[in-house]
């Protein structure tokens, strides 16, 4: 299944209050595996960027200004995304930007029952804790060492990361791979193992000895006889023929 991990920059917290997108990441991933293929734009939000926004993404009004507007972009971006589920984290955040912008050119919306929320998901598994990117980041062991500042495109690329462990994905992969892995192997390539020390016999000498007397009362022909060195000539497999061979 094909699904998108979406992730966005902003000049502000509402759209309704005239703040606007400045920055697209998509990460496509496929059967809860990134594909290598991505989307990134920044956005020309024809307005000036705040001082508080500016310091979370580093994203300045001149260098935005150089940038193409929403309406050039759109069509890219939604071939991209296509149909496909969107994986955001606060979902209601992006789209809402995303659905302001759409709306303001007269494009239709995307739909809520398209998203996956990595944010309700998160607080469903670590109820009562932080569940911040940075946060699940630490928690799966994932490198964000380079995340300085927040960028569409690279924390898309974390968040892909953190929801195929947060779904439980990864484990499964390694799984399969191992299962793989030890069908491929074949009798004569399987690495045999052998223990430094041997074990020490767990059958006494006492336990031998009642276990002779046992077999000594079951005749001359048990079956038991075929797998030891003390069977008596006549119960060996083959016995009554070399008699008659002999007698003969």
């Not at 598994?125 to 630490?138: A, F, I, M, T, Y």
């Not at 439980?168 to 020390?197: C, F, K, M, N, W």
Request: glycine share 6%; with cysteine; aromatic share 6%.
């Amino acid at each position: 299944m094909r699904e998108i991990v979406l992730d966005t920059e902003t000049t502000g917290l509402d759209p309704l209050r005239g703040d606007r997108l400045v920055e697209i990441g998509c990460v496509e991933i496929f059967n809860r595996m990134p594909t290598g293929q991505v989307y990134h734009c920044y956005i020309n939000p024809e307005r000036d960027m705040p001082a508080e926004a500016f310091a979370v993404h580093g994203l300045s009004t001149e260098f935005l200004a150089g940038q193409p507007k929403f309406a050039e972009i759109v069509d890219a971006f939604l071939a991209f995304i296509g149909d496909s589920p969107l994986v955001i984290h606060n979902a209601s955040f992006d789209v809402g930007f995303i659905n302001a912008e759409l709306s303001r050119i007269s494009r239709e919306v995307i739909p809520r029952d398209r998203l996956v929320d990595t944010l309700l998901l998160a607080r469903r598994k670590h109820p009562g804790v932080s569940n911040r990117l940075d946060d699940l980041c630490s928690r799966y062991a994932i490198d964000n060492s380079h995340r300085t500042k927040h960028g569409a495109l690279l924390d898309a690329e974390l968040l892909a990361e953190v929801y195929i462990d947060l779904i439980g994905a990864r484990q499964s992969q390694l799984i399969l791979t191992e299962t793989s892995l030890s069908h491929s192997v074949g009798p004569s390539d399987a690495p045999r193992r052998q223990r430094p020390i041997p074990l020490q016999p767990r059958v006494s000498e006492d336990d031998r000895a009642a276990h002779r007397a046992f077999i000594a009362t079951l005749g001359d022909k048990p079956i038991w006889h075929k797998y030891t060195d003390s069977a008596p000539q006549s119960a060996l497999p083959g016995a009554d023929e070399t008699k008659d061979r002999v007698s003969a």
